[in-house]
Nanobody, 120 residues
């Protein structure tokens, strides 16, 4: 079994910054893509940022230039640096990772979510 544990959420004023972390642990042979998704009240979950095992990144248009995703493969950890935060960034942020325990089939795992609230 694999666990993803997120940390770093909280309350921040507009224009502020937060850094989210997500550490994977358990039966891990390797991790392929890792991503951060978010879900605002009354809305569907959406991709915010994604990073491949090789370090290639992809961002939602709404966060480009403000968010930066990175990963530390040695620590099985993915980060999301969020700058110039806006009220519309308020959401529960979920970590996702494609993990294999054997080197064959990959399975998707999700963290429990961390709340980010941007408000004055």
């Amino acid at each position: 079994q694999v666990q993803l544990v997120e940390s770093g959420g909280g309350l921040v004023q507009p224009g502020g910054s937060l850094r989210l972390s997500c550490a994977a642990s358990g039966n891990i042979f390797s991790i392929n893509g890792m991503g951060w998704y978010r879900q605002a009240p009354g809305k569907e979950r959406e991709l915010a940022a994604f990073i491949t095992s090789g370090g290639s990144t992809n961002y939602a248009d709404s966060v480009k230039g403000r968010f930066t995703i990175s990963r530390d493969n040695a620590k099985n950890t993915v980060y999301l640096q969020m700058n110039s935060l806006k009220p519309e960034d308020t959401a529960v942020y979920y970590c996702n990772a494609a993990v294999t325990a054997t080197g064959w089939a990959y399975h998707d795992y999700w963290g429990q979510g961390t709340q980010v609230t941007v408000s004055s």
